[in-house]
């Protein structure tokens, strides 16, 4: 199993809508790693279409955090903090704006 490059967590390219990043493969397509894969301590992004492979730089601590799509463990966060998780949309609108922030450098 080898590396084609190590990347740098800062030049993947992110999409908020499938928390996927992403990188361009010399292949054409695009190596992937989700962001879920990344908080697991995943840190080798695949190409679809290919057998290359990369090796992502980066810390903890510059994820965005992690949105739970399926089940609503949030309600266990959230519990007894005053909010209802009646606004989830609205809260998770905001948090999808402010990944963007943070990961536009
Ligand atoms: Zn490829």
């Known amino acids: ?16 809508k499938t ?7 010399p292949c054409g397509d695009m190596f992937s790693i989700s ?12 190409c679809p279409s290919c ?10 601590e510059d994820l965005p955090e992690l949105r739970e799509e399926s089940e609503s463990e949030d309600e266990d966060e959230k519990g007894g903090q005053g ?7 609205e809260v998770n609108g905001l948090a999808e704006k402010s990944k963007k922030v943070l990961t536009i450098k």
Do not use: H, V
């Open 1 to 16: 199993m080898s590396i084609y490059e190590e990347i740098e967590f800062e030049d993947l390219n992110y999409d908020p």
């Open 19 to 25: 928390q996927m990043y992403t990188y361009p493969c």
């Open 35 to 46: 962001l879920e894969a990344l908080w697991d301590g995943e840190d080798i992004a695949t």
């Open 51 to 60: 057998t290359l492979r990369i090796e992502i730089i980066y810390d903890e």
């Open 83 to 89: 909010e209802e998780g009646e606004d989830d949309k």
